[in-house]
């Protein structure tokens, strides 16, 4: 089965509709698939409901389908770079489900774990845990959370080979391994791309069975989203 799409538009083909929820990966704008966001955006599929630790910013990874008005919905855990993320939330345009962002990444990895729901301290006694079933353990009370499933993960990886084992660089891992597993379909893109076998199987930290469809990116932008240096003497 060849897994290899030419481009990013051509990998999403008949992957898209409306109303579907998307698993994004990233954390700020580290390891965000900058290609099939763009792709997405291009597509007008609209009333998405996004999973992401964040939007990106204004004019950048998933602040762009912010600006497009595609996303009707974002479960985040972070929302501190992106000034059109917090208008359309405060405008009511836009819904948010608010997760620690621990609990977030459970919630993912659960799902891709098959493990409907657990139970957790965190957000107990909080405006997390409203509408939520509790229980005591141990003379500790916790909070259920449910996990969390999309239609598709959009995920990036630093090394990938062609049969969709997929490397990750460093921090640019963060939520990309656990929404590679937790999506009906997973497309993944990557910097570098290589022949079945190229790969040290010790490396491998998402495999191939996880992947659908996967790609060779060019050209990153791969911005900082706060730059912070140290001042000179």
Same mark, same amino acid.
């Not at 579907?20 to 792709?39: D, K, N």
């Not at 962002?101 to 957000?123: M, N, S, V, Y």
């Not at 107990?124 to 939520?132: I, M, P, Q, S």
């Given at each position: ?14 992957l898209l509709f409306d109303g579907m929820t998307i698993m994004s990966g990233g954390f700020g704008l580290c390891g965000i698939p900058e290609h099939l966001i763009l792709a997405v955006r291009d597509s007008g599929v609209k009333d998405i409901t996004v999973i992401s630790n964040n939007c990106g910013v204004d004019d950048f990874g998933m602040g762009l389908l912010l600006q497009t008005r595609q996303i009707k919905k974002m479960v ?30 459970? *919630? %993912?990895?659960? #799902? ?9 301290? @965190?957000?107990?006694? /909080? ?85 659908? *469809? %996967?790609?060779? #990116? ?9 730059? @912070?240096?140290?001042? /000179?003497?």
């Amino acid at each position: 089965m060849n897994k290899v799409s030419p481009n990013a538009s051509a990998a999403l083909e008949g992957l898209l509709f409306d109303g579907m929820t998307i698993m994004s990966g990233g954390f700020g704008l580290c390891g965000i698939p900058e290609h099939l966001i763009l792709a997405v955006r291009d597509s007008g599929v609209k009333d998405i409901t996004v999973i992401s630790n964040n939007c990106g910013v204004d004019d950048f990874g998933m602040g762009l389908l912010l600006q497009t008005r595609q996303i009707k919905k974002m479960v985040s855990s972070y929302v501190g770079e992106n000034a059109e993320f917090e208008r359309q939330f405060l405008s009511g345009e836009l819904e948010l489900e608010f997760n620690p962002q621990g609990t977030l990444a459970e *919630r %993912i990895r659960a #799902g891709g774990a098959g493990i409907p729901a657990f139970f957790t301290k @965190t957000g107990y006694g /909080t405006l997390v845990a409203e509408g939520k079933e509790t229980r005591e353990f141990a003379g500790e009370m916790y909070v259920m959370e449910t996990a969390l499933l999309a239609d598709l993960s959009i995920v990036k990886a630093w090394k990938g080979d062609k049969s969709g084992n997929l490397v990750f660089k460093k921090t640019a891992r963060n939520f990309n391994p656990m929404m590679a597993t937790a999506g009906k379909v997973c497309v993944a893109e990557v910097e570098e791309l290589v022949e079945v076998g190229q790969l040290d199987s010790d490396e491998i930290q998402t495999p191939a069975i996880y992947v659908n *469809r %996967i790609i060779k #990116g060019t050209n990153y932008e791969k911005r900082i989203e706060r730059l @912070t240096t140290r001042p /000179t003497a």
